[in-house]
């Protein structure tokens, strides 16, 4: 799905930013360019980071505890 139609970055290209290190929207705004046009897509990208993000945190989590109990 295209998230920013200025830079033509779609929600796979936020998500791979995400896993390549990028930890905040200014992150993935600094490596992408998302959001640094007319900004409408802002919110939506902030919004896709965010929950990103938090998927991320939770499979780290979860794989942790997996391995404390291997
Ligand atoms: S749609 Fe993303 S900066 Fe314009």
């Known amino acids: 799905m ?3 139609i200025c830079n033509r970055i779609n929600d796979r ?10 930890s905040s929207f200014s992150d993935v705004r600094e ?6 046009c007319c900004g409408q897509c802002a919110p ?7 929950d990103t993000i938090s998927q991320l945190q939770i499979s780290q989590n979860y794989n942790l ?3 404390a109990k291997v």
């Open 44 to 50: 939506f990208a902030k919004e896709l980071v965010d």
């Open 31 to 36: 490596t992408l360019g998302v959001g640094s």
């Open 13 to 22: 290209d936020i998500r791979n930013a995400i896993h390549e290190g990028a």
């Open 2 to 4: 295209v998230v920013c």
């Open 65 to 67: 505890a997996y391995e």
